[in-house]
Structure formats: C-alpha cells, structure tokens
C-alpha cells in the first residue's frame, strides 16, 4: 500500500454532498477514497489525451504536406457556393 499524505481542499457544496453520498451508500470506506477515486479516473482520461495526441494527432500533422493547404478566402468561397447552389436546389418553383 502506498504511504497516505495529507491534505486540506476545498469544494464546492454539490460535491461535498456527492463525496457524503458515496460514502454513505458503502460504495466508498470515507471521502479521501471517494477524491482518490475522482483523481484516478482524471488521470486516466489526460492518459487518454495524452494517447490520442501522440498517436493520431501528431503522425497527422508531421505528416502534413504545406502545399496543399487552401487560403481561408477559397475555404469561405467554397462553402458560400456550396450553399447557394444547395438554396438553389431547394427553392419552391415559383
């Protein structure tokens, strides 16, 4: 087991109750397993993030060839003339 350190936090009402509650219903022995449980999960999601990041994200942009990038301008005429034409296409005949 790994050694306890002591510490003081503040929390707003509604997770003070949520921490009672846990405690209460016997899922949880006292609050500081409830806030160590919360921890855990917050360091397996930023894990997550941290996964996602070095595994998809970064192989997409190091692989990202500058040339074939499109100016915000074309990007903007692009989507204008995709909606005109898709108002276009469904207008009631007059």
Known sequence: ????????????????????KKVASGEFA???EVVAEGLRY???HDAGIESWLR???M???TAH?????????????RIN???????K???LPE
């Open 59 to 61: 192989p997409t942009v």
């Open 89 to 91: 296409d469904t207008r």
């Open 1 to 20: 087991m790994r050694p306890n350190r002591s510490i003081t936090v503040s929390i707003p009402e509604d997770m003070a109750e949520l921490v009672e």
């Open 42 to 44: 917050l360091a397996d």
């Open 65 to 77: 060839d500058p040339s074939k990038a499109i100016p915000i301008s074309e990007v903007r005429r």
């Open 55 to 57: 595994d998809e994200v």
């Open 30 to 32: 006292d609050e500081s």
């Open 81 to 87: 003339a995709h909606m005109d034409a898709r108002d």
